[in-house]
């Protein structure tokens, strides 16, 4: 299926920039940002509670089902840590952004992140769960998958172009 405007994944352990990136990118693109744990929140996307972390366990169905409509449109930018449930035919572009462990860290703890979360968190990005889940999901596939660096606003500056100059060059088909 065509869409006139790509659909972009922006995916990463919390805290490594993905709202942040998004929101930028939308106001310098046609984009629309779609902030997915937002999304699970307000239109409870939920079936089960994880209580040792205290937080919801998005339903991969729900969120799915609520995506799909919006990405048949096209020009979606989706902010999720998670991928593997996604359909590779509906994505154009999976940017995985990275943060170093001590920058990490640093963010989530401004973000008074319980320490339990903080340290499962880290130790996510460190066995790069999220890279890997996405690699796996659409191995098979020629869905292109871009690991950047986002530990400083030059490092957003630089996806940020690399990202925009995707969004110019996109031809449906
Ligand atoms: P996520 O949506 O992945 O959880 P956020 O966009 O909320 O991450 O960013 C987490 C924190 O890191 C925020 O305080 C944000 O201001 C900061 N941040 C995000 N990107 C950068 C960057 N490139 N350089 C410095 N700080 C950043
Ligand atoms: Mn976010
Ligand atoms: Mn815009």
């Known amino acids: 299926m065509s869409r006139s405007k ?85 994505l154009d572009l999976v940017v995985v952004l990275r943060a170093d462990t001590s920058t990490l860290y640093d963010r989530l703890e401004r973000r008074h992140y319980p320490e339990s979360k903080v340290k499962q968190n880290v130790e996510a990005e460190i066995f790069q769960t999220c890279l890997d889940e996405a690699r796996e999901a659409f191995e098979d596939t020629d869905l292109k998958i871009w690991e950047l660096p986002n530990d400083t606003e030059e490092h957003m500056q630089e996806a940020l172009e690399r990202v925009q100059e995707f969004v110019q060059s996109y031809l449906p088909g």
Do not use: Q
């Open 6 to 90: 790509p659909n972009i994944l922006v995916t990463g352990t919390p805290g490594v920039g993905k709202t942040t990136f998004c929101e930028a990118l939308a106001g310098s693109t046609e984009l629309e940002h779609l902030e997915v744990s937002k999304m699970v929140r307000e239109k409870r996307l939920y079936k089960e509670w994880d209580d040792e972390l205290d937080c919801s366990i998005f339903d991969e169905e729900m969120v799915f089902d609520a995506l799909e409509p919006l990405l048949e449109e096209g020009g979606r930018l989706v902010d999720f840590h998670s991928s593997a449930f996604l359909d590779e035919g509906l």
